[in-house]
């Protein structure tokens, strides 16, 4: 039951911080930044920055982390692409 509260609550952060970053609310910014990936706007300037640090992070817990946390049904009221 506490994990299950603590991983709600990291997924809440989650959500924040890419709402604050001008994201979709409802989305994580790990399916942010997996879509990044997957169009390929990861390559260069702030976004290529952000994308390796929290990579090199995420990649310890769980291989091909952002690509496995898409959401194709969020995203859609994201401010900043």
């Given at each position: 039951?506490?994990?299950?509260?603590?991983?709600?609550?990291?997924?809440?952060i989650?959500?924040?911080?890419?709402?604050?970053?001008?994201?979709?609310?409802?989305?994580?910014?790990?399916?942010?930044?997996?879509?990044?990936?997957?169009?390929?706007?990861?390559?260069?300037?702030?976004?290529?920055?952000?994308?390796?640090?929290?990579?090199?992070?995420?990649?310890?817990?769980?291989?091909?982390?952002?690509?496995?946390?898409?959401?194709?049904?969020?995203?859609h009221?994201?401010?900043?692409?």
């Amino acid at each position: 039951m506490f994990c299950k509260y603590c991983w709600n609550i990291l997924i809440a952060i989650d959500q924040l911080i890419n709402t604050i970053c001008g994201g979709d609310p409802d989305e994580t910014l790990s399916s942010r930044m997996g879509k990044w990936a997957r169009a390929g706007r990861n390559k260069k300037g702030i976004r290529k920055k952000v994308y390796k640090i929290v990579n090199c992070i995420v990649e310890l817990f769980e291989k091909d982390h952002f690509k496995k946390s898409i959401e194709e049904d969020e995203g859609h009221r994201r401010i900043i692409e």
